[in-house]
């Protein structure tokens, strides 16, 4: 078990932490959602600040490392969701949602929400979306967006997914599938499409 420092980006030492604990924790997440390497090592400095920062205790690794890998999401524009990163780990999300606002105080982070059309062009990709459909899908986030302001951004952009599909009968792909897909439920999805269903 290795405990060393190792020296962040900014030429801090790190808190002395069980540095493989850390980095296999880091790995799975990394692997799991096809993260970057300049968005993991922001990740680790917001991590190992947060740590220099506050005092010992908290959650422990296994939800400040989620949670300094969404705010290095949401720092970057990087679609990331909260219960999409939860799920790697198998950890509560409202608890990674807490940690991730202690990580960001203790840090001095202040971050936007990711925008609805960053999740939406990821989701166009990952779910091979045609041309039409991606059209129809993005014309469709602009009035859900008008309509309902308040949404969570990854929730609209899966409701666009699901207009495209609905109002052409197509049944290559199922609302419950894009539910899973994206990490957004089934009912969320019907309310923000009727918008356009509707």
Same mark, same amino acid.
């Given at each position: 078990?290795?405990?060393?420092?190792?020296?962040?980006?900014?030429?801090?030492?790190?808190?002395?932490?069980?540095?493989?604990?850390?980095?296999?924790?880091?790995?799975?997440?990394?692997?799991?959602?096809?993260?970057?390497?300049?968005?993991?090592?922001?990740?680790?400095?917001?991590?190992?600040?947060?740590?220099?920062?506050?005092?010992?205790?908290?959650?422990?690794?296994?939800?400040?490392?989620?949670?300094?890998?969404?705010?290095?999401?949401?720092?970057?524009?990087?679609?990331?969701?909260?219960? =999409?990163? +939860? !799920? /790697?780990?198998?950890?509560?999300?409202?608890?990674?949602?807490? $940690? &991730?606002?202690?990580? @960001?105080?203790?840090?001095?982070?202040?971050?936007?929400?990711?925008?609805?059309?960053?999740?939406?062009?990821?989701?166009?990709?990952?779910?091979?979306?045609?041309? =039409?459909? +991606? !059209? /129809?899908?993005?014309?469709?986030?602009?009035?859900?967006?008008? $309509? &309902?302001?308040?949404? @969570?951004?990854?929730?609209?952009?899966?409701?666009?997914?699901?207009?495209?599909?609905?109002?052409?009968?197509?049944?290559?792909?199922?609302?419950?599938?894009?539910? =899973?897909?994206?990490?957004?439920?089934?009912?969320?999805?019907?309310?923000?499409?009727?918008?356009?269903?509707?």
């Amino acid at each position: 078990m290795s405990t060393n420092p190792i020296t962040t980006s900014n030429g801090d030492e790190p808190p002395v932490v069980n540095i493989d604990r850390v980095d296999a924790i880091t790995a799975r997440y990394r692997k799991a959602l096809d993260l970057d390497d300049d968005l993991v090592e922001r990740a680790l400095d917001l991590f190992y600040t947060a740590e220099r920062a506050r005092p010992p205790g908290g959650r422990g690794f296994e939800y400040a490392v989620p949670a300094a890998i969404r705010l290095a999401c949401e720092e970057r524009n990087t679609p990331g969701t909260p219960d =999409e990163i +939860a !799920a /790697v780990g198998g950890i509560d999300v409202h608890k990674l949602i807490q $940690e &991730k606002r202690e990580i @960001a105080r203790a840090t001095g982070t202040q971050t936007l929400p990711i925008p609805a059309e960053q999740y939406l062009e990821r989701y166009i990709e990952e779910l091979e979306y045609g041309c =039409e459909a +991606a !059209a /129809v899908a993005r014309g469709s986030l602009e009035l859900i967006q008008r $309509e &309902k302001p308040n949404a @969570a951004p990854s929730s609209i952009a899966s409701a666009s997914l699901w207009v495209p599909i609905k109002s052409s009968d197509r049944d290559d792909i199922t609302q419950s599938e894009i539910a =899973e897909h994206t990490h957004t439920d089934g009912l969320t999805i019907r309310d923000l499409s009727s918008v356009v269903l509707d």
